[in-house]
């Protein structure tokens, strides 16, 4: 730990890279899985079994938090850490997402967004500054700036209006952020699928000095193939000694082929809502728990696990509490989930100190095509 935030790059294999973010709350192991917590929890889960599957950080949502409990009742209340009880390090999004994705009624303009709540319909406003004030109010560890997020696909025109909007947003955000100890605000490349637009958005964020770099607008319905040429074109452009993070991503091979290409930091709601509807992300690729093979299978998702949803309860008895609408089922399937992108995610770390990521993905992708275990 450190009173300062500082990122230090340990280690590469490839593109891959090995690193460490240290914080007053904490270290974050890169590359880094962070489970998203929207509204304080983690869906279906403890935060203590949050930890124990090994993440060291959590995300929570601006927009969200902002409308319940609210903002200013949780400064009052001590903070996000001591209201949620999780003294670790907390990444908080901007709400921006949230604003363009479930609002019904809002108007951008360069102030800020005006929308109305999805809970009760009353009317907000969220500039630069607010966001970063209400991320302040949460306490969060790392804060991010306020940007506007455009659903692919799109017209270039739309795309490089928001992304010159995000980028003056970025301005406003890091002086409204000003200087707090131990903590960072990071920028958001945005630009959509179009190279020389998210060079521009990288090359403009590089320039304001800030202490790590997320890429924003690549979760949103585009084909993988897309988001891996983003990244392949923005990357270069971004400093390698700062920590780097898409945001929204992803699906387990989403995250191996992001870190081959020098991404340090995830977090996605998968593993929780697949979990929540009977799907689990295993050793040996994707299994449905709801199917009736599993009815009468007594073995378990993942013997040599060291999570006990996976390892000490049956196929049979998750199946049929799936099948029962029971919400343990959804509670022990996420907790297999989340453990099980924490152990990619330390092999992954471990296989870069090796010099052997590439080896590693290999290997990963050839147990996940040979799909499961054969049925009784």
Known sequence: MTENFQFTLKGKSGGARLGEVSMPRGTIRTPAFMPVGTVGSVKAMYLDQVRDTGADIILGNTYHLMLRPGAERVARLGGLHDLIRWPHPILTDSGGFQVMSLSALRKIDEQGVTFKSHVDGSLHHMSPERSIEIQGLLDSDIQMQLDECVALPAERKEIERAMEMSLRWAERCKVQFGNQPGKAMFGIVQGGDIPDLRV???????????KGYAVGGLAVGEPQHVMLEMLETTLPELPTEKPRYLMGVGTPDDILKSVARGIDMFDCVMPTRSGRHGLAFTRRGKVNLRNARHAEDMRPLDEQSNCPASRDYSRAYLH?????????????????????YQELMQGIRKAIAEDRFADFMGETTEMWARGDIDPL
């Open 200 to 210: 521009r958005s990288a090359r403009a964020l590089k320039d304001l000095d800030l």
């Open 320 to 340: 049929h509490l799936l099948r029962a609408n029971e919400a343990l089922g959804g509670m022990l399937l996420s907790w297999h989930n989340l453990a099980y």
